[in-house]
């Protein structure tokens, strides 16, 4: 179970972002969730209220990949594969949304995978 005081920050921390960072249907919002086992990210639009694509280390080719590799380099998977339906969804300009998280190690990962595979922002 997580450390109610470290949860409450990190929610502080959202709302303080999410306050700044919208997703429209042009720009699209990528918002990454850190648990201490997996990693998750999805693209949202919140004009529309839809999340428009979604992979995680439990998705496919991903989680085929957790065998051989663990956090940062997953997480720089998970970000290539999100680049990746992106683009098959004609999407190439994003916002990005921490979530909370510090911006360093497996989220990073996720943004410079993401970046890596053709994604803008």
């Known amino acids: 179970m997580a450390n109610k005081r470290q949860d409450s920050a990190r929610l502080r921390r959202k709302v303080r972002v999410r306050k700044k960072v919208s997703g429209t249907d042009i720009r699209p919002r990528i918002c990454v969730f850190r648990s201490n086992k997996h990693i998750y990210a999805q693209v949202i ?66 943004a410079d995978g993401a970046r890596e595979g053709g994604l803008k922002f």
């Open 45 to 110: 639009s919140d004009h529309q209220g839809q999340t428009l694509a979604a992979v995680s280390t439990l998705s496919g080719g991903v989680a085929d990949a957790s065998k051989k590799s663990k956090g940062v380099e997953l997480a720089k998977l998970v970000g290539l594969a999100l680049a990746k339906v992106c683009k098959e969804k004609n999407i190439s300009e994003v916002v990005f949304d921490r979530n909370g998280f510090i911006f360093h190690g497996r989220v990073k990962a996720v």
